[in-house]
């Protein structure tokens, strides 16, 4: 049996070297390009890493720690194992949700940070990466309007995260030291029905509760209803509550709505002058996807001098209109690892004001054994104490490897592939386009079988209250067209789509599946859209045969 000595000299062997040995560099880099030969083998024609097999959670819940060392070899052999069945999210045929191709520079960004681990509650953990975050903090801020010398931010756990410490603040304003005495009954927040369900996480774990979030309507394009917002509001203060926040949404998952965020601050505004309002409601813009749209607030669309065809750049503006607007709102959730092709997790909380974050400061006395020396201590208001830096530094690369024309050749690309799509979709007599005013890149569309007249199907499902016996019909129907397509998917055929459970509810009170496509990948061509087309097709067929997916 090995004394300790003996184990603890071989397991220094795994580890990074702090002092620099060119063997022990050179076997840490081997370690990681032998890891990534191992991946690429997985890699094959098909949108899947190898070949996928059925999850066994049963087997997983056994799984004890052995009791002696395993070599680094044999653990990096386990953990590729773990990626078999992961969708490639770069594939031109996997378009599941909004989900990012991660860049070189931005992976890099990661890895550096899991090597040398700075922690962002200080500069005297983290150093030049808390500069870093600072460093883009005002790039960002910059970019969509604000003034960097007069904002701040911090990166935080996601966009439940930005929208957390968002709603934070306004309960705050609403609510004077709820921090310290508690948050009292009587406050709302007020957003949309196609906003992120994050907005009750956040009133459940903020102690609103979820029945205190007040869901507004949306048009057809899944934008709020400004006029009913408005009428929610005035009900909402005349009966003696108080509003924590406004939630606008600048670009909804499911099909890219966009809130009016100028007619919601300009409402906020008159109500607090009208009704002589003690606070000031804060108004959050949840931009984790639509705020890479604002490298268009400075382009040329009339010139477009990177020459995108005339349906693509109507499509720009037309999202441009309303992401212009983001520096009007008080706080942004912004998410890197989404349309800014960073890995998860990415995103950053931005404050107009800075001096905001004060109402989340507590003392020093409280920490005292943080923040013995430096000048950067944002743990003194975060909700988090420890704060990895890879999230910074996969930003900061692919805001430093874009720039702006980078970014929107990225994002008109996506836009084109996505119209082309519903052209090629538009094409067919059996398939609808349920978002076509959509200017973003996610598609969502529905499926008929024979005898359905697509011309009026639409508009009977959505506005007819006796039609709910036809819509779940046709639910049914897509509900197998996409079961057919996924069994394709995994096994490495065919194209990767999401489905959604509502697109929007029908008068009949029935919610409308839809099926979609979110185009995230650099690397499609229309090839690609008319061969997703093509298989949607043939799996109508099969599902009209009453067939199921091909097991050869």
């Known amino acids: 049996m090995s004394g300790y000595r003996d184990i603890l000299l071989r397991l220094r062997q795994s ?123 005002a790039m960002t801020a910059d970019l969509i309007g604000y003034d960097p010398d007069q904002s701040s931010g911090v990166f935080t756990f996601g966009g439940t995260g930005a929208l957390l410490y968002g709603v934070k603040l306004g309960i705050e304003k ?21 906003s992120h369900y994050a907005k009750l996480n956040v009133a459940g ?8 979030v007040i869901h507004i309507p949306t048009h057809l394009d899944n934008s709020i209803d400004v006029e009913q917002l408005e009428a929610a509001a005035r009900r909402a203060i005349e009966s003696d509550k108080r509003i924590a926040a406004f939630i606008a949404c600048l670009g909804t998952t499911d099909a890219f709505g966009l809130d009016n965020l100028d007619a919601i601050v300009d409402l906020r505004d008159r109500l607090v002058q009208e009704y002589e309002l003690d606070y000031r409601p804060h108004v959050h813009a949840d931009a984790v996807i639509g705020w890479a749209w604002s ?11 990177l020459g995108f065809r005339p349906r693509t750049i109507r499509a720009l503006a037309a999202a441009h209109r309303v992401i212009q607007h983001l520096h009007r709102a008080d706080s942004v959730g912004i998410d890197f690892h989404k349309t800014g092709f960073a890995p998860y997790i990415s995103t950053l909380f931005l404050v107009k004001d800075q001096s905001d974050m004060r109402l989340l400061v507590r003392g020093r006395e409280e920490m005292p054994y943080l923040f013995q020396s430096g000048q950067r201590h944002p743990a003194m208001f975060t909700l988090e104490t420890s704060r990895g830096g890879g999230g910074v530094l996969a930003a900061l690369a692919n805001l430093r490897l874009f720039g702006k024309q980078g970014l929107r050749a990225l994002l008109g690309h996506l836009v084109e592939m ?66 057919y397509l996924h069994e394709r998917a995994m096994q490495g055929k065919g194209v990767h789509l999401s489905k959604t459970e509502c697109y929007r509810t029908g008068a009949s009170g029935v919610p409308i599946v839809g099926l979609k496509s979110y185009i995230l990948t650099p690397f499609i061509e229309q090839a690609h859209t008319k061969l997703l087309v093509d298989t949607v097709l043939e799996a109508r067929e099969a599902v009209m045969r009453g067939g199921a997916p091909a097991t050869t």
């Open 15 to 137: 580890f990074p070297q702090p002092i620099s040995d060119r063997f022990h560099d050179a076997y840490f880099v081997f370690s990681i390009m032998r890891t990534l030969d191992a991946v690429d083998r997985l890699k094959s024609d098909a949108p899947l890493l190898g070949e996928p097999s059925p999850l066994n959670y049963d087997a997983a819940l056994k799984t004890r720690v052995a009791e002696d060392p395993l070599p680094i070899e044999d653990v990096q052999r386990q953990l590729v194992e773990r990626l078999e069945g992961m969708p490639i999210w770069g594939h031109p045929l996997s378009q599941i949700n909004v989900v990012a191709t991660p860049t070189i520079a931005s992976v890099i960004g990661s890895l550096l940070p899991a090597i040398y681990n700075p922690n962002l509650a200080s500069d005297e953990t983290s150093f030049g990466v808390a500069q870093a975050e600072a460093m883009v903090t």
């Open 205 to 212: 774990w903020l102690g609103l509760g979820e029945q205190n």
């Open 174 to 194: 609403a609510f004077p030291d709820a921090i310290e005495r508690g948050v009292p009954p009587g406050g709302v927040l007020l957003a949309s029905t196609h």
């Open 295 to 305: 490298v268009f607030n400075d382009y040329d669309f009339e010139q477009n001098e």
């Open 418 to 483: 996505a119209e082309w799509l519903r052209e090629h979709l538009e094409g067919h007599s059996c398939t609808t386009v349920l978002n076509p005013e959509n200017v973003g890149t996610v598609t969502l569309f529905r499926v008929y079988p024979d005898g359905v007249d697509t011309w009026t199907i639409k508009d009977r499902e959505l506005h007819d209250p006796n039609a709910g016996e036809e819509v779940e019909r046709h639910n049914e129907f897509n509900r197998q067209v996409f079961q």
